[in-house]
């Protein structure tokens, strides 16, 4: 007996949520997302030709077929911390990788991901009771914090295996809110990875596809770059998250995109400086949306920037899309998001790979 559309689309929403809930969990800052990759290439083996990493660490899979080829890419690594310096007490020092706001650090509980395991540690500061005055008024600088894992020295320390260069993640688990939204950490960008290998699934394309999940995107695109260079695809699709303007403290002049409402398309980020999509490339994904009947919301921003901007401009230019979800607080361990933006996103990325060779003729 075939299943309704409501049924599937049920299915589909609990396949979304139970990935994004894996992938939230799972830990992988910038420059050691294996375990991110790892649960990426069990979602995705059966449904290609091959499977590989490239020299700087890549997740890269093909499903071969004809012209155009389309590259589908989202990256892979959360912000996190590393450890910089352990002092004779055990307390532990550490740099920030990747765009952290301090005050949202400040006592929060952590993963140190030591060689003989991860231990758990807290995010401490001087305690307020022993501010000066004008130092309350000030906010508090990450170096100005330390992590406590119940060591006495820097020996212990050493003894779990933890070193310079230790990564650190946060202690966050994936929760439901009301209706459909969720809560966790790195859904920037664990949504946008859900989102590609859901399109993945879904999509009859006879196009050679690019399934790449990329590396250390939260410190400079680096992944994008190589892999896009690598294979020279002739279209390219960038999933990712975007910031909602649906809250307190921000105006609709500011960001006028909603959750529950659809993927956001980007026409241009950064103010231009980003990725200013082309016109094409708008017909493909707009055309797509409205043949299909999927709400989309376009989006341009000021600030922000994706891995799009990079595989647009990789070898002598690669036009390129980027989709995304509108998520509330991201760069933060408590991002939200609605799953029926994933649910449409990747639909939209689905039915975009099975039409484009309409748009493009190459």
Not at 138 to 146: A, G, Q, S, T, V
Not at 163 to 186: C, H, Q, Y
Not at 220 to 240: Q, R
Request: aromatic share 6%; net charge negative.
């Amino acid at each position: 007996m075939l299943k309704s559309p409501n049924a599937k689309r049920v299915d589909s929403m609990s396949d979304i949520r139970s990935l994004l809930e894996k992938l939230s969990n799972a830990h992988g800052i910038s420059g050691r997302e294996g375990a991110i990759l790892e649960i990426v290439r069990g979602e995705i083996s059966s449904l290609v030709d091959e499977v590989r990493t490239d020299a700087l660490g890549n997740l890269i899979a093909i499903k071969h077929g004809e012209k155009p080829s389309i590259m589908i890419e989202a990256h892979a690594d959360e912000i996190g911390l590393m450890v910089k310096y352990v002092d004779e007490k055990g307390f532990i020092y550490f740099a920030k990788i990747g765009g952290w706001f301090d005050q949202t650090l400040l006592n929060q509980r952590v993963i140190v991901h030591g060689t003989s395991g991860p231990v758990v540690g807290v995010l401490g500061s001087k305690p307020i009771h022993f501010m000066k005055e004008e130092e309350r008024k000030k906010l508090i600088e990450y170096r100005d914090m330390f992590i406590d894992i119940g060591c006495q020295s820097d020996k212990e320390v050493a003894e779990l295996g933890i070193i310079e260069g230790t990564p650190i993640t946060m202690d966050r688990s994936f929760a439901s809110l009301n209706g459909d939204k969720v809560t966790g950490k790195a859904f920037d960008n664990r949504a946008g990875l859900v989102m590609m290998v859901e399109a993945l699934k879904r999509t009859k394309s006879n196009c050679t596809i690019y399934v790449v999940a990329t590396v250390q995107e939260e410190i400079g695109f680096k992944g994008a770059k190589v892999s896009a260079f690598g294979l020279n695809p002739d279209l390219a699709i960038a999933s990712d998250v975007t910031i909602p303007g649906d809250h307190p403290g921000i105006e609709k002049k500011d960001s006028h995109m909603l959750i529950g409402k659809g993927p956001v398309v980007t026409v241009a980020d950064a103010s231009g400086r980003g990725l200013i999509a082309s016109l094409p490339i708008m017909d493909w994904i707009n055309g797509t949306a409205k043949e299909f009947g999927i709400e989309i919301q376009l989006n341009v921003a000021e600030a922000g920037a994706t891995d799009g901007m990079v595989i647009q401009l990789t070898r002598a230019g690669i036009p390129t899309a980027v989709l995304s979800i509108a998520t509330r607080y991201i760069h933060s361990p408590v991002e939200v998001l609605s799953l029926s933006d994933i649910d449409s996103g990747a639909e939209l990325m689905a039915r975009a790979m099975e039409s484009a060779p309409k748009y493009f003729k190459i």
